[in-house]
């Protein structure tokens, strides 16, 4: 491994998950279910049928592979808290700006991708009859998933960077003073 650099394996592993993250957040936003009133002439009731579920399952899917690049990297990171120390200077900064940028980021886009999930399959799996004259299908609102792909790609960019930093940052000595004598004089005054 490289001074500084990180080990390639770890940067290849979290940039994979994230685009099969990434890629699956598309897959649900393309697949979203769509309702269509039917009338049911026997019983006189209308009521909502949607269209397949399968965007839910890619919703957990980028869910789930978004959460195992981010536990990869707090894994091998130790989560910035049980490693080793980081040095005092700029790249000791930068890595807990990018720690606390990533965690954000990776809060958000779980947060919109599995709130999609959620709300695709409470449309498509738990609303049948309704007993009402005018109404329409509810179903998930355009860009959920879309905004859930964004912050996917923002984590992981922030997360490279992070990892970039985080090993310059531990891999580097840190820099002690040596005084050689005080700069205050001792003397009497005379």
């Known amino acids: 491994m490289a001074e500084g650099r990180g080990s390639?394996?770890?940067?290849?592993?979290?940039?994979?998950?994230?685009?099969?993250a990434f890629g699956f957040a598309i897959a649900a936003e393309r697949r979203r279910s769509t309702g269509t009133l039917h009338d049911d002439t026997i019983t006189n009731r209308t009521y909502c049928v949607y269209t397949s579920d399968v965007a839910t399952g890619y919703g957990v899917g980028a869910f789930l592979f978004l959460l195992s690049g981010e536990a990869l990297l707090m894994?091998?990171?130790?989560?910035?808290?049980?490693?080793?120390?980081?040095?005092?200077?700029?790249?000791?900064?930068?890595?807990?700006?990018?720690?606390?940028?990533?965690?954000?980021?990776?809060?958000?886009?779980?947060?919109?991708?599995?709130?999609?999930?959620?709300?695709?399959?409470?449309?498509?799996?738990?609303?049948?009859?309704?007993?009402?004259?005018?109404?329409?299908?509810?179903?998930?609102?355009?860009?959920?998933?879309?905004?859930?792909?964004?912050?996917?790609?923002?984590?992981?960019?922030?997360?490279?960077y992070f990892y970039m930093y985080f090993t310059k940052a531990t891999t580097q000595p840190a820099h002690k003073t040596n005084r050689t004598s005080s700069n205050i004089g001792m003397a009497g005054y005379a």
């Open 75 to 160: 894994g091998v990171t130790k989560c910035m808290c049980f490693g080793r120390p980081l040095s005092p200077g700029s790249n000791r900064a930068w890595t807990i700006i990018y720690f606390v940028s990533s965690w954000l980021t990776f809060l958000v886009a779980e947060a919109c991708v599995i709130a999609g999930a959620k709300q695709n399959a409470y449309h498509t799996k738990y609303r049948d009859m309704l007993l009402a004259e005018n109404f329409s299908c509810e179903t998930l609102r355009k860009g959920v998933f879309v905004a859930g792909a964004v912050f996917i790609v923002a984590t992981m960019i922030l997360n490279v």
């Open 8 to 20: 390639s394996l770890v940067h290849l592993l979290v940039i994979i998950l994230s685009l099969v």
